[in-house]
Nanobody, 122 residues
Framework: QVQLVESGGGLVQTGGSLRLSCVAS????????MGWFRQAPGKEREFVTA???????LYADSVKGRFTISRDSAKNTVYLQMNSLKPEDTAVYYC????????????????WGKGTQVTVSS
């Protein structure tokens, strides 16, 4: 059974940084696309970023140049470094994984974590 556990969320001021982590278990980590979605209050869940097993990355336009995704196969962990945070980045961030490619991942994933809250104050 796949389990994804996020950590690293919190409260930060505009312009600040946070690093989210997601530890995966119950899967062959190197075979999966890993990534992040987010959901703000009153809005639908949206794609943020994904990274394939070979290191291919994909970002939503709203986070390009500010967020960086990476993965450590030795630790079964995916990271999301978030810099220059804005109030509109406030959301619950969900780690997800899928066996399809990064471009398919944009439309949804197979397995999900429970989420971690990120709040950016103005």
């Amino acid at each position: 059974q796949v389990q994804l556990v996020e950590s690293g969320g919190g409260l930060v001021q505009t312009g600040g940084s946070l690093r989210l982590s997601c530890v995966a278990s119950g899967l062959t980590f190197t075979g999966y696309v890993m990534g992040w979605f987010r959901q703000a209050p009153g809005k639908e869940r949206e794609f943020v970023t994904a990274i394939g097993w070979s290191g291919t990355t994909l970002y939503a336009d709203s986070v390009k140049g500010r967020f960086t995704i990476s993965r450590d196969s030795a630790k079964n962990t995916v990271y999301l470094q978030m810099n220059s945070l804005k109030p509109e980045d406030t959301a619950v961030y969900y780690c997800a994984c899928d066996l399809r490619g990064v471009y398919s991942f944009r439309n949804g994933a197979t397995d999900w974590g429970k989420g971690t809250q990120v709040t950016v104050s103005s």
